[in-house]
């Protein structure tokens, strides 16, 4: 397995700040995993706004929760949690220079009106840790 993050130092403290992030991927037998890592009190939080306001939660797609959600923390997890577990997740759809998000169609629409990506290049994947499984 090789887990990957595609974003900037600024960003990674925004990250660790809002304790969420989604630049997160993992790479098992050619396949790519975009996970998403709350950290258990953002979850909560997220949980009990949702909850107050609409009377149901779904998560995001392949959600961990971490006590914290900086790299190394996501590498001890994900160690933890294994291949097994991580291939019961979504994979991404990707061809041979892309990685689709797996996104809604709502998503997908939102993004499109804002000029956003649907999709992250392979080549701006930074690899942060190999685990032998």
């Known amino acids: 397995m090789r887990l990957y993050y595609c974003s900037d130092t600024v960003l990674e403290s925004m ?12 790479e098992i037998e050619g396949e790519f995993y975009n996970i998403f890592c709350f950290t258990f009190q953002r ?5 009990n706004i949702s909850m107050n306001d609409e009377d149901y939660y779904v998560p995001e797609m392949n959600v961990i929760i971490l006590n914290d959600i900086d790299k190394m923390s996501i590498e001890k997890g994900i160690r933890r949690i294994g291949k097994g577990t991580l291939l019961t997740m979504k994979a991404c759809y990707h061809d041979t220079d892309n990685i689709y998000l797996n996104l809604s169609n709502v998503e997908k629409e939102i993004i499109s ?3 956003g990506t649907l999709f992250i290049q392979k080549k701006d994947l930074i690899l942060f840790a ?3 499984d």
């Open 15 to 26: 990250f660790l700040m809002k304790g969420f992030r989604n630049d997160i991927f993992i």
């Open 130 to 132: 190999m685990i032998n």
């Open 113 to 115: 009106k804002t000029n």
């Open 43 to 47: 979850f909560i939080s997220e949980l």
